[in-house]
């Protein structure tokens, strides 16, 4: 199935929002609402080690979630759910792995 003709709701173009965020240590969580493609800059850091186009938090071993909430940028029927992590795939739950 082609998505290219979608609205992205969860883009900050759109006009999307982080609402509240567990951790924002490596990389600021709006990064993760920007419409651009993932990009890797090597050797490019900033504040918090090595820069993160998308959103990026420490590793929790205490039990407890990490997670974001966000306000998408407009009301929705949903028809169509596609989550994607374009790194990082072995860090998803298995049931979200495809």
């Known amino acids: 199935m082609d998505y290219k003709d979608q609205i992205d709701i969860a883009s900050s173009d ?9 951790d924002e240590f490596f990389a600021d969580s709006s990064r993760m609402l920007q419409a651009n493609d993932p990009v890797w800059i090597e050797g490019k850091y900033d504040e918090n080690g090595k820069w993160m186009d998308g959103w990026e938090s420490r590793r929790r071993r205490d039990g407890k979630m990490i997670f974001v909430l966000s306000g ?10 596609i989550l994607t992590q374009l790194t990082l795939l072995e860090t998803l739950r298995p049931e979200f792995q495809s």
């Open 72 to 81: 998408l940028a407009q009301p929705l029927l949903l028809i169509t759910l």
């Open 14 to 22: 759109q006009g999307s929002k982080v609402i509240y965020c567990s």
